[in-house]
Every structure is written in structure tokens, then in C-alpha cells.
């Protein structure tokens, strides 16, 4: 697991802006999101962030997720759970649609290429400029008699 020392520096700059402290904890705790390359969740986080930092507790990784959020380094996805997928910024492609498994809590990402086309046509039909789209798809699998979890991994 590897972090560029650019975004490591962003998450510090952030942290002193708030008037908080860079904490070794709070640093394994982003490496260990920042570094992920798939979604994952706090309880991920946690056992992500111990390898880094033994001292990291399950509360300590809670207090810092809003901490990587504000950053915009982490964006949080809402799978309409009681708890949330994470992902770096950086891997989080607009032209990819997510398909999330209700009954696997997992998360696919195909490649949407109609997508830059419809946001656009979409958005200059009203004079503005994309920024930003996401496309998700909940699904289920149990239904049909098959599992994401077996059938990936
Ligand atoms: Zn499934």
C-alpha cells in the first residue's frame, strides 16, 4: 500500500486548517483509506488501519472518517445501509456506473461510456457545464439462485 506524499501533505494541510493535530493514528488511518483500491467500509478501515498503527481503535477510526470526507481526498457512497462504503477520490471515475448487490454488499463498477454523453446533452440543454455525474443500480442476485460473493473472488 502505497500514498503519494501530495495527497498524505493535503490531508495534513486540511487537518491544521481545522486548528487539529497530525497524529500518527489519524495518518494510518488515511493511508490506509487513501490507499485502498477498492470500497470499503469502517470496519475495513479498522483492520487496514491497525496494520499501520496498532494503537488505532474501532472509535478512533469513526471520529477520522469525517475528517477524511471534509478533506475531499474520501468520498462516502450511500447504499441506503445503516453504514457506508468509502473510496478514494482519485478512484472514483464519473464515467463508471456502480452496481450495488442488496443481498451481497457488493459493489460493481462498469464502464459507462453513454454517460458523458447524456450528461452533457442533458446539461447543455439548460447552458451548463458537467462537473460531476454518478450513475448507481441497486440489484439482487439471491433471487435467481447466485451469489456475487462466490462468483467474484
Ligand atoms: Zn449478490
Not at 483500491?37 to 472518517?65: C, I, M, P, Q, W
Not at 462537473?131 to 442476485?141: F, H, I, M, T, Y
Request: proline share 2%.
Amino acid at each position: 500500500m502505497t500514498v503519494d506524499n501530495i495527497a498524505i501533505n493535503k490531508f495534513k494541510s486540511f487537518l491544521l486548517k481545522k486548528g487539529l493535530r497530525v497524529t500518527n493514528q489519524r495518518l494510518s488511518i488515511f493511508k490506509a483509506a487513501y490507499g485502498s483500491s477498492d470500497f470499503f467500509t469502517a470496519e475495513d478501515l479498522l483492520v487496514n488501519s491497525k496494520k499501520l498503527d496498532d494503537s488505532v481503535s474501532r472509535a478512533t477510526v469513526y471520529r477520522a472518517l469525517p475528517l477524511l470526507i471534509g478533506s475531499n481526498l474520501i468520498r462516502s457512497v450511500d447504499v441506503g445501509k445503516d453504514y457506508k462504503f468509502y473510496m478514494p477520490v482519485d478512484n472514483i471515475k464519473s464515467q463508471k456506473a456502480q452496481i450495488v448487490c442488496l443481498d451481497c454488499d457488493k459493489i460493481f463498477e462498469i464502464d459507462a461510456p453513454f454517460m458523458e454523453w447524456y450528461g452533457k446533452s442533458v446539461a447543455q440543454k439548460h447552458g451548463l457545464i458537467v462537473e460531476d455525474q454518478r450513475l448507481q443500480v441497486s440489484a439482487r442476485c439471491n433471487s435467481i439462485g447466485k451469489s456475487c460473493v462466490l462468483n467474484h473472488k
